[in-house]
């Protein structure tokens, strides 16, 4: 059965996250992909892991203007080296995952092109999502109403782990799903206590290397 768990970055956290990006010449997600690398590398014991994350999949030409779903999922590795500054650590994530969705192809050409054997029950070349939802959402205008729509997660977890991060104005929303038969609720929470401490100390010492951010 599906679980979900829902903490926040605060405004003072959130514009400073932003602001670790600009300095070190990334973007937002590559900022917070990193920060979730080291997090997710203490948590699991793992120097090297490999997360899914959701792109638009709309570069070609000939889709941009038709409607319809062409979401697709780019699988991005991720090696923590202990010793290795932070900054480092993110430019090395920056440049891998633009070239990631430069390089992107249909997934299900990914598996066969690398010999997984699919399965009903387990995704065949990553467990844990990772996602960034910070596309502008317009109001709505019916009259005699005021309508304003917003980004949820569907709760629904599709993997064993996922990270779902919404930007919500001055402040991120940071969404937790995980299956019960794999992690229970106080696991995802120190999970979501180590991340928050890993965003927060690189915010204040960028300079330090990657093992010292999860003290």
Same mark, same amino acid.
């Given at each position: 059965m599906p679980l979900r768990f829902v903490s926040d970055f605060p405004a003072e956290t959130t514009t400073a996250v932003r602001e670790l990006a600009r300095q070190n010449g990334a973007t937002l997600f590559s900022t917070l992909l990193a920060l979730f690398q080291i997090t997710l590398s203490r948590w699991t014991g793992e120097n090297d892991t490999v997360v899914g994350t959701p792109v638009a999949n709309r570069t070609r030409p000939d889709v941009r203007? +038709?409607?319809?779903? =062409?979401?697709?999922?780019? *699988?991005?590795?991720g090696q923590v080296e202990r010793d290795r500054p932070f900054a480092e650590h993110l430019r090395i994530v920056h440049q891998t +995952?633009?070239?990631? =969705?430069?390089?992107?192809? *249909?997934?299900?050409e990914l598996v066969r092109a690398i010999g997984e054997q699919p399965s009903p029950t387990r995704n065949p070349?990553?467990?844990?999502?990772?996602?960034?939802?910070?596309?502008?959402?317009?109001?709505?205008?019916i009259r005699g109403l005021s309508l304003k729509l917003r980004m949820?997660?569907?709760g629904t977890p599709r993997f064993d782990l996922g990270c779902?991060?919404?930007?919500?104005?001055?402040t991120l929303e940071v969404v937790w799903?995980?299956?019960e038969n794999l992690f229970s609720r106080p696991e995802i929470e120190e999970i979501g206590r180590l991340f928050q401490s890993v965003v927060g100390n690189s915010c204040r010492l960028p300079e330090r290397r990657t093992v010292a951010l999860t003290n």
């Open positions: 203007e +038709t409607m319809g779903y =062409f979401s697709g999922i780019v *699988p991005l590795r +995952t633009v070239d990631s =969705f430069a390089n992107a192809m *249909p997934f299900a070349v990553f467990q844990v999502r990772f996602a960034l939802q910070n596309h502008p959402v317009p109001d709505v205008e949820r997660s569907t779902e991060i919404t930007e919500r104005g001055d799903l995980f299956r």
